[in-house]
């Protein structure tokens, strides 16, 4: 083992963990050893058939923070032959299946076989997910590819998708523990640096992972990137919110709309209306306003339009 003198000083909680995706890039890219046991780990091989490991997409740090480097998946060029993608994914994303999807058939067309398709490289994504892909079991480690669905026979290896669910752990097979694999989730799901030391311990390519943690997490300038970066995310997730709650009262607003529209039709007065519907007299009186130059019709959309156009 190496001398862990620097990681031997380290206590308390992390302050960012290993499903950090930031981290996880800065890591994976600064430690070549820590690279190649997680990859030999998560493909189910020894560490000596990985021949050539080549990251295609390095972090530079010196650049600002968009919507372009918010994806640190680790794009990895294996033996030259196959093009594999390691990504850590925190939070559930409704479209992350179609987004693998169009990822690996983005890098499938992306690279040249030459002159005969003899040589086009496969793709493999690999997903580290701190969350259920499906909510039915679908076990701690699961592999997809094209198949027969009727008889199991596969159609071709060159796409395959792998999946790490780190929520279950407690359903890792023995041939999971003997890669090594369970020891990397629980160095994912890692909170204090006590937990890092203690795992880091059952292998040598952990502990050159968890080395690299500690100094990546000293390092004041990969601090600052990590903080730009959980700002850039806080942001985006920020104005995702602020747009569904728009989007919320929107569809409230335009629901009471109608609900008015359909009253005045019938000539129903204001006050009956709000009672009707328990709604403030107040905002319903804003509504029949707004409706006024539509009578008799009420076209709703165009109530909506002015409605919004006068509280703008």
Known sequence: MKNTSSLENATGALEYRLTNDALFHIVMERSEPALRGLLAALLGIQKNEILTLHVQNPIHFGENIDDKEIILDVDLLLNNNRIINIEVQVQ???????????????????????????????????????????????????????MNAATGKVFSDMLKINVLDLKRINMATEEDRACGLVHWAELFKATSWEQIKEIAVMDEAIMDAAENMYRALSDDELKS??????????????????????????????????QVCRKL????????????????????????????????????????????????
């Open 92 to 146: 559930p994303y409704s479209q992350w299946t179609n987004r693998v999807l169009f990822y690996m058939g983005n890098a499938l067309t992306k690279n040249d076989p030459g002159k005969t398709f003899e040589n086009l490289r496969g793709v493999t994504h690999i997903g580290i997910l701190d969350h259920h892909l499906y909510e039915e079991t679908e076990g701690f480690y699961s592999k997809y590819q094209l």
């Open 225 to 258: 990137y990590l903080f730009r970066h959980k700002m850039f995310i806080l942001d985006q997730e920020t104005k995702q919110h602020e747009s569904w709650k728009k989007g919320i009262e929107e569809g409230e607003l335009r629901k009471l709309v109608m």
């Open 265 to 312: 039709r019938k000539k129903i007065v204001t006050e009956k209306i709000a009672e009707a519907l328990e709604e403030d007299p107040a905002e319903v009186e804003k509504i029949v306003s707004a409706a006024a130059p539509f009578a008799p019709d009420y076209n709703e959309e165009k109530v909506y339009q002015a409605l919004i156009g006068e509280e703008g």
